[in-house]
Nanobody, 115 residues
Framework: QVQLVESGGGSVQPGGSLRLSCAASGSIFSISTMDWYRQAPGKQRELVARITNTGITSYVDSVKGRFTISRDNAKKTMYLQMNSLKPEDTAVYYC?????????WGQGTQVTVSS
């Protein structure tokens, strides 16, 4: 059974930084793309950042230049470094990994940006 465990969420003032982590465990043979999604209250879940198995990254326009996605394949872990956080970044953040058996999701971690 595959499990994704997220950590690193919390509350921060505008302009602050947080680093999210998502670690996979279980019987995993390969991981292709790794994604970070977020869902704010009353809004649809949106794809924030993606990193492919070759290291190619992409971001939603609203976080470009502020967020950085990375991965450590040996540790089966992905990260999201979030800098210059804004109140509109407040949401529950979810990680998603595409495995050989299908998609796996984390449980979500709350990020709150407020003064």
């Amino acid at each position: 059974q595959v499990q994704l465990v997220e950590s690193g969420g919390g509350s921060v003032q505008p302009g602050g930084s947080l680093r999210l982590s998502c670690a996979a465990s279980g019987s995993i043979f390969s991981i292709s793309t790794m994604d970070w999604y977020r869902q704010a209250p009353g809004k649809q879940r949106e794809l924030v950042a993606r990193i492919t198995n070759t290291g190619i990254t992409s971001y939603v326009d609203s976080v470009k230049g502020r967020f950085t996605i990375s991965r450590d394949n040996a540790k089966k872990t992905m990260y999201l470094q979030m800098n210059s956080l804004k109140p509109e970044d407040t949401a529950v953040y979810y990680c998603k990994m595409m495995l050989s058996i299908g998609a796996a999701w984390g449980q979500g971690t709350q990020v709150t940006v407020s003064s």
